[in-house]
């Protein structure tokens, strides 16, 4: 009689890298904890692995930027389909975990601040495929866009994100974030993510969302894009006042308005890119 009360429990040590048991093997081999100001959640379902990566373009010999690689269970996922993987990761305390998780697999590890990356310098091509630090989400995105060489983004971010990238004028979501997205291409919704495909599990539900960026466009004048922010800052107000409140006078911007063929109280959460590009160019913010 066997009395080994362990003998017939797996090995987490031969588990997937993502499973639950391998996730807190490792965490605890190495004496880590998560940490929520890192937005440390570790993806725990191999399904949503493998549809990021499928969803994100990782293929042979295609060049992948990760941010934040964790644990690795990501990386590998994309690494395993052949694509040239840099990921780029803030938390020392993962190089030991990182070294044996990614060992064999070809990935270049970057230790340092993704708001301090230089992705201008990224390889013609880059997609990134990345569960994205839900605290600098905005900026990242906002990163990825100005740099010419990403051509994609395939992100986890928070479903309230994930909305707002998607949202259509008019909608409740739609805002600066929608008409930045526009801007420099288009977003596609892939799909939801329950709480319970992270381990620890987040406090909100999170999305897959893929981002192209139309390279053939040239860079938005950044006037421009100032001019939509401040247009949209208070989305609910009219466009006419949220205007008025960055200093254009009432007459030109009353002019701005009718000439782009919008009711004179339109407020500017119903304002579509191309009308705003219309009245940017009617007070000579850009050409």
Known sequence: MNTDVNADLPDPSTAPLYS??????????HGLRPTKSLGQNFLIDGNILRAIAEAG???????????????????????SRGAVVTALE???RLRPVLAETLAGTGVHVIWGDALDFDYAGLPAGTRVIANLPYYITGVLLSRFMQAPNILSATVLVQKEVAQRLAAKPGQDAY???????????????VRD?????FLPAPD???SVVRLDFDRARPLPDPALV???????HHRRKTLRNNLRLIGHEGAPVDAAIAGAGLRADVRAEDVALDDLQAVARSLGVVR
Request: no cysteine.
């Open 57 to 79: 373009g990782a293929a042979p010999g295609v060049p992948v930027l990760e941010i934040g690689p964790g644990l690795g269970v990501l990386t590998r996922e994309v690494a």
């Open 226 to 232: 100032s001019f939509i922010d401040a247009a949209l």
């Open 204 to 206: 909100v539900t999170s």
């Open 90 to 92: 803030k938390d020392e």
């Open 20 to 29: 639950p048991a391998r996730v807190r093997e490792l965490l605890t081999l």
């Open 175 to 189: 805002g600066f974030l929608s008409a930045l997205a526009a801007l420099y291409g288009s977003v596609k919704h």
């Open 193 to 197: 993510v329950p709480k319970g495909a």
